[in-house]
């Protein structure tokens, strides 16, 4: 995920109790996260899901032919984000603390676009440099292994970070922290390109740190520009964030879905119109639409009577097609996860500040760029996950999603109204 300017909200990370046969028994920490909304510059959500989305698929190209070096990886010229997520961590000792972006989709953390790398008694050179392209962004510069801290007391010592010389996309932002599956790193380092760098959420498992080697995200709909309204959990889950079971479902063996936290998974649409059949995709919080593949966005367009809005590249529907907008059923895992017709909608108190007029209804489903089959036909993003908890489980390869709703997440509509 990639800056642009300012809606604030602050999401909390705390290694907690698990609900599940998954438990901490580790103090809580807990590490601001500040949410920013795109208010400046052009406003093409669209364009940057899909050019993140191209890169996934660049990605998965590269290692199937085994040629993935920062080369291989499609730069796409999109720098705007809608959604990002940042958080405040610390480097070196005494550290330096350097504001960085919260990203499921990638796994190397790395710092120095903003506020400069600072070496101290902690900081070891590797001989290694080391490069990411993104979809929208890149950086490149020198490995080194250094102490990161997150919040106020996960302390990880010799974690791999790359020190940015020259970076893309960045403005306003220090780095990335990565949280996604490790074997993304491979190919980033240079000589050892065939080597893995392992993750914070690794380093902190490999050290007992954690007890499972997971990671839970948790965020909500919010229609104010500042609000304190989610958290992160490493090691285990908190029950409080969710109601119902969870559902875990396996890593698919798809590629390329297959090298992200990828899911296979069918959409209906209503009680019986099929959308999307059963398909690889992935769960990613970087992403901010729901993104599907063309011929089932066709569909999804045709169920609802939408029709393209030509400033924001968003599905529009009118007043009297949200009344009959019918549910999302979102079925993997044995389970079928409901976004309602509220949840479907972008918040229109913030239609203008993704460049669309006020009191328009936008639709939250796009375009993925290609036709079923690719290998990731599907991205639930960020307006997927705002409505359900999710779990990143590397030790068991697997994805994890609540039956239910919490009673927030379910009521929230569009328009911020509870009912």
């Known amino acids: 995920m990639f800056p642009t300017a300012s809606l604030t909200a602050f999401l909390l990370l705390a290694v907690s109790v698990a609900a599940n046969p998954i438990v901490v028994r580790k103090p809580p920490v807990s590490l601001s996260f500040a949410r920013h909304l ?3 510059g052009s406003y093409d959500l669209v364009a940057k899901d899909q050019a993140r989305a191209k890169n996934f698929m660049a990605i998965g190209k590269a290692k199937q032919s085994g040629t993935l070096s ?3 990886v499609v730069s796409v010229g999109v720098t705007n984000v809608a959604v990002v997520y940042q958080a405040t961590v610390g480097v070196g000792s005494p550290a330096t603390n350097y504001n960085l972006l919260i990203d499921t989709g990638s796994s190397n953390t790395w710092v120095g676009a903003g506020t400069t790398y600072v070496t101290t008694s902690t900081s070891v050179q590797t001989s290694d440099s080391v490069s990411v392209t993104y979809g929208s962004g890149s950086f490149s510069g020198t490995e080194f292994l250094d102490t990161v801290t997150i919040g106020s007391g996960l302390v990880i010592p010799g974690q791999s970070i790359g020190v940015a010389s020259t970076s893309t996309g960045f403005t306003g932002f220090d780095g990335i922290l990565g949280i996604g599956p490790t074997d993304l790193t491979v190919g980033t380092l240079s000589p050892n390109t065939g080597s893995s760098v392992p993750t914070v959420t690794d380093n902190l498992f490999s050290r007992g740190t954690i007890t499972s080697n997971l990671v839970s995200v948790s965020f909500e709909p919010t229609t104010t520009t500042s609000v304190k309204n989610g958290e992160l959990t490493f090691g285990g889950t908190d029950s409080t964030k969710f109601t119902g079971a969870l559902t875990f479902i396996p890593i698919t063996s798809t590629s390329p879905a297959n090298l992200f936290w990828g899911i296979n998974e069918s959409i209906r649409y209503g009680a019986s119109t ?3 059949s059963t398909t690889a995709g992935i769960v990613d919080t970087g992403t901010t639409l729901i993104l599907i593949a063309t011929d089932a966005f066709n569909r999804y367009t045709s169920a609802t009577g939408a029709v393209l809005d030509a400033t924001t590249g968003l599905l529009r529907i009118t007043s009297a097609q949200f009344s009959s907008l019918q549910s999302l059923f979102f079925t993997t895992g044995g389970r079928s996860f409901e976004l ?10 913030l239609n203008t500040f993704i460049g669309g007029t006020s ?7 796009n375009d993925i760029g290609t036709p079923t089959g690719q290998g990731l036909d599907f991205i639930n993003g960020y307006t ?3 409505r359900f908890y999710s779990v990143y489980d590397t030790s068991n390869h ?6 239910r709703h919490s009673p927030r997440r379910r009521a929230i509509d569009g328009d911020g109204w509870v009912r």
């Open 70 to 72: 920062s080369a291989a």
């Open 274 to 276: 099929s959308i999307l």
């Open 384 to 386: 997927f996950l705002e």
């Open 359 to 365: 009191g328009n209804i936008y639709l939250v489903v």
């Open 340 to 349: 309602t017709a509220n949840a479907q909608i972008w918040p229109r108190a």
């Open 398 to 403: 697997r994805v994890g999603l609540p039956l």
């Open 38 to 40: 795109n208010i400046t």
